[in-house]
């Protein structure tokens, strides 16, 4: 069983910068991807960036140029840099892990999830 915990969220105002870390506790050898998927009040969970096992990436539109998803796999962590923040950045951001070899950000495709870390970005 994959567990994943995250830390780092916190709050900032307009402009500012945070990262989050997600803790993985087991290793997951093979092709798998991890991603950031994010849920604001009311709205749906949805995928913010993903990073599979042979570092491609995919980014939503909405945060090309202002977010860096990364890992270490030596620490088996992944990690989220966010750049520029915005007030409709702000919401619940869930670190998530699936086996196979994709990009996706289906939000269903995803197997493993962790609890989330507040990130609130005031104008």
């Known amino acids: 069983q994959v567990q994943l915990v995250e830390s780092g969220g916190g709050s900032v105002q307009a402009g500012g910068s945070l990262r989050l870390s997600c803790a993985v506790s087991?290793?997951?050898?093979?092709?798998?991807?991890m991603g950031w998927f994010r849920q604001a009040p009311g709205k749906e969970r949805e995928g913010v960036a993903v990073?599979?096992?042979?570092?491609?990436?995919n980014y939503a539109d909405s945060v090309k140029g202002r977010f860096t998803i990364s890992r270490d796999n030596a620490k088996n962590t992944l990690y989220l840099q966010m750049n520029s923040l915005k007030p409709e950045d702000t919401a619940v951001y869930l670190c998530?892990?699936?086996?196979?070899?994709?990009?996706?950000?289906?939000?269903?495709?995803?197997?493993?999830w962790g609890q989330g870390t507040q990130v609130t970005v005031s104008s």
């Open positions: 998530a892990a699936r086996w196979g070899w994709s990009t996706s950000m289906r939000v269903s495709e995803y197997n493993y």
């Open positions: 087991t290793y997951m050898g093979g092709r798998h991807s």
């Open positions: 990073i599979d096992s042979d570092g491609r990436t």
